[in-house]
């Protein structure tokens, strides 16, 4: 096969008519373009841009349509706005698939990666090594799976066990639908940060909200919150509300504690007890009267004869405290009141009784109310 000069360019083959094309070659000179075309058809054109930026297009079917490598098909003559880049690449109607074996054959969807498929739905997203997504779904990490439509996963080996959900963090799996899942047993989230990161110098207020009613007189969603549940007769998950415990002045973050407990049979409200004050019982000789605690306070005393009585704050709630210290090494024994509830003896195993004596040198003891007795903790 030779080359001739013809009238706008070089022609493969001889014998041929300027600007006519038999073979498969047709160097443009003229606008400085090549065109690879078989049966007249175009196979591969080399653009100048005249003047402007190359092009390189390889059509496929449909109209608009892209392919790019070997075995890479625009699937269909109904394949418009197609692209599929890499070697047998498959894309559908306004589809894009890129890389080895990627197939975006429904219409609208994008799967990028190695093995990347949306082949059971449009409107799909599958991004990374053979991730997979179904109707209206998004798989995004390695084998990430969208099995089934409107889920939306992210992570590797991630997925929505066959029903629709939300599903983020490696090998985080749902088990029924319309549930949010985050991490795995292999992979958990153990702590969790929402709104401006793990510290702020300016940390803003957050609200978690459940839907609001729209419309007249529309009920809004409940908001529940949940421990995990247990199986069997183990003992049901807990749930606990926890508040940072203040220290000294610095930038060291407050260790937090727990001011909430709610498990299966109760409720338990714990207060904070206040920092450690001077007692109102200075000197056992001076007392002669009961001396009611206050809630939170821890009543410290210095006996050096005589007895007197430290009644439980009044009217306490659930969840309220009192602490009771000797501070000398005199054995002086002191009545303990629950101030019209029982209380239980610490010395005595515990026994639960209106008041009892306790006495010993740098004896101390705290109390809680549970909402029917103070218990020694």
């Known amino acids: 096969m030779g080359f001739r000069d013809a009238s706008r360019g070089l022609q493969a083959g001889g014998g041929v008519a300027a600007d006519q094309c038999f073979d498969s070659v047709l160097l443009d000179c003229a606008n400085e373009d090549v065109r690879l075309q078989r049966s007249g058809a175009k196979v591969l054109t080399v653009d100048d841009g005249a003047g402007g930026a190359a092009t390189l297009s390889?059509?496929?079917?449909?109209?608009?349509?892209?392919?790019?490598g070997s075995g890479a098909t625009t699937t269909g003559a109904a394949a418009t706005g197609a692209t599929a880049i890499g070697n047998i690449a498959q894309a559908g109607l306004a589809g894009t698939a890129i890389g080895y074996n990627a197939r975006a054959t429904q219409t609208g969807t994008v799967a990028i990666g190695y093995g990347a498929e949306c082949t059971d739905g449009g409107g799909a997203t599958a991004v990374g090594y053979a991730a997979d997504a179904d109707d209206y779904a998004t798989a995004i990490g390695y084998a990430a799976s969208c099995t089934h439509r409107d889920s939306t996963i992210i992570g590797s080996i991630a997925s929505?066990?066959?029903?629709?959900?939300?599903?983020?963090?490696?090998?985080?799996?749902?088990?029924a639908a319309l549930q949010l899942v985050a991490g795995s047993v292999a992979h958990p989230i153990t702590t969790a940060y929402v709104g401006e990161g793990v510290v702020s110098a300016t940390p803003q207020a957050l609200s978690l909200n459940a839907t609001g009613g729209s419309g007249t007189n529309i009920a809004a969603g409940a908001f529940q919150i949940a421990g995990g549940r247990s199986t069997g007769n183990a003992t049901?998950?807990?749930?606990?509300?926890?508040?940072?415990?203040?220290?000294?002045?610095?930038?060291?973050?407050?260790?937090?504690?727990?001011?909430?407990?709610?498990?299966?049979?109760?409720?338990?409200?714990t207060v904070p007890l206040s920092a450690p004050s001077v007692s109102k019982i200075s000197n056992g000789t001076a007392i002669t009267?009961?001396?009611?605690?206050?809630?939170?306070?821890?009543?410290?005393?210095?006996?050096?004869g005589g007895t007197f009585q430290i009644s439980a704050p009044a009217s306490p709630v659930i969840g309220t405290r009192f602490a009771v210290k000797n501070r000398s090494a005199s054995v002086v024994a002191v009545t303990i009141s629950g101030n019209g509830n029982d209380i239980e003896d610490p010395t005595a195993s515990f026994a639960v009784a209106a008041s009892f004596t306790l006495a010993g040198d740098g004896i101390a003891a705290e109390w809680e109310f549970d909402g029917t007795d103070w218990l020694a903790i």
């Open 236 to 269: 049901a998950g807990i749930l606990e509300l926890q508040t940072g415990t203040p220290g000294v002045s610095g930038t060291t973050a407050q260790t937090l504690a727990t001011r909430l407990t709610l498990t299966d049979t109760a409720a338990t409200l």
């Open 58 to 68: 390889v059509p496929g079917a449909g109209n608009f349509s892209e392919q790019f």
């Open 289 to 304: 009267a009961t001396d009611t605690a206050e809630a939170g306070e821890r009543v410290l005393y210095n006996p050096t």
């Open 160 to 175: 929505d066990g066959g029903f629709e959900a939300t599903c983020i963090g490696r090998a985080a799996t749902a088990t």
